[in-house]
């Protein structure tokens, strides 16, 4: 098993640009989330989805959106990047919420100018 | 909204000792908590998972306790090596099990 996978692993955007972060997984997990981790905040929960057409907002989901077509792919878009989203993204799943223990990709490191 | 703390935010220890990391959370109303590790410029490796129905987990030289009526979780890890130096971050469970919070870490160096 390949695991959680993301892509890419490093992005430079401008300010106002859109783009969309991949998340792949393929243990057959039902939940999936996207976390930002930022110095000094900790980890916090963008969007999560407990299943594929399932997705709710997190703890921080404003100027991100999700969507889950499929079991193994949960993308994360960013509308209009702003510099406030500078941040390092990992996408996590677990074979379902709570009960199970999650696994993280390696993270995507996004600046925005 | 649930806080989650953890101190010290960094420790430096010689190699073999005994050391102990603590969590401490704000609303005793989760449905689990998981300790990582996270290696610089790395992604988080699962080191335990604790529901909130258990008091511990035990992992080779690493054991996390739970007690979840006072909001704390330790992290044990017995016979340090240099290897073991990480970031170690522990994360609680909102009562349903779909949203998760994690403290800051602790920065963990062991001195050879």
């Known amino acids: 098993n390949a695991g959680v996978t993301q892509t890419p692993k490093f992005q430079v955007l401008k300010t106002g640009q859109s783009m969309t972060l991949q998340c792949a997984q393929d243990?057959?997990?039902?939940?999936m989330s996207w976390y930002r981790q930022d110095p000094g905040m900790g980890l916090r929960l963008i969007h999560y989805?407990?299943?594929?057409?399932?997705?709710d907002q997190g703890e921080v989901p404003n100027g991100y959106n999700v969507s889950r077509s499929t079991t193994e792919d949960f993308p994360l878009r960013l509308l209009s990047a702003a510099p406030s989203q500078t941040s390092v993204y990992f996408c996590?799943?677990?074979?379902?919420?709570?009960?199970?223990?999650?696994?993280f990709g390696p993270g995507t490191r996004l600046t925005v100018l | 909204k649930q806080e989650v703390t953890q101190i010290p935010a960094a420790l430096s220890v010689p190699e073999g000792e005994n050391l102990v990391l603590n969590c401490s959370f704000t609303?005793?109303?989760?449905?689990?908590l998981q300790w990582f590790r996270q290696d610089p410029g790395k992604g988080l490796t699962s080191l335990l998972l604790?529901?909130?129905?258990?008091r511990e987990q035990t992992s080779g030289r690493l054991n996390a306790s739970l007690d979840k009526s006072s909001g704390r979780s330790t992290l044990y890890i017995a016979a340090s090596q240099p290897g073991d130096s990480a970031t170690y971050l522990c994360?609680?469970?909102?009562?349903?099990?779909?949203?998760?919070?994690f403290g800051t870490g602790t920065s963990l160096t062991v001195i050879p």
């Open positions: 989805s407990v299943g594929a057409g399932i997705t």
């Open positions: 243990m057959n997990h039902e939940y």
């Open positions: 994360a609680v469970s909102s009562r349903t099990g779909n949203q998760f919070y």
């Open positions: 609303d005793s109303a989760i449905y689990n």
């Open positions: 996590a799943s677990s074979y379902s919420a709570g009960r199970n223990e999650q696994f």
């Open positions: 604790i529901q909130s129905s258990q």
